[in-house]
């Protein structure tokens, strides 16, 4: 559902930098932000780099870009 918002200026500047850089559109990259400051904001022990790499694991996934784990040594009995 679109919503406007009033965003300052000085903002909406720093984003169209940002979404330039990483390819993405002013609204895309203000929703991408947004979507790491809510996960950052559930798991706060958790460092950027791995809410980062948890973005981008189900896109490789998608894409074929990784490979099923298969176990090479044989599981140790309890």
């Known amino acids: 559902m679109p919503t406007s918002v009033r965003l300052d200026d000085e ?3 720093d984003v169209k930098v ?6 993405r559109s002013v609204p895309k990259q203000i929703e991408y932000w ?3 400051g809510k996960i ?3 798991n706060p022990d958790l460092p950027y780099s791995f809410v980062q ?3 981008i694991a189900p896109e490789e996934v998608k894409l074929g870009k990784v490979k099923r784990y298969e176990r090479r040594t044989p599981r140790q009995s309890d």
């Open 11 to 13: 903002f909406v500047s």
């Open 40 to 42: 950052m904001t559930e």
């Open 18 to 23: 940002h979404a330039e850089a990483e390819m």
């Open 34 to 36: 947004a979507k790491i």
């Open 53 to 55: 790499e948890a973005l």
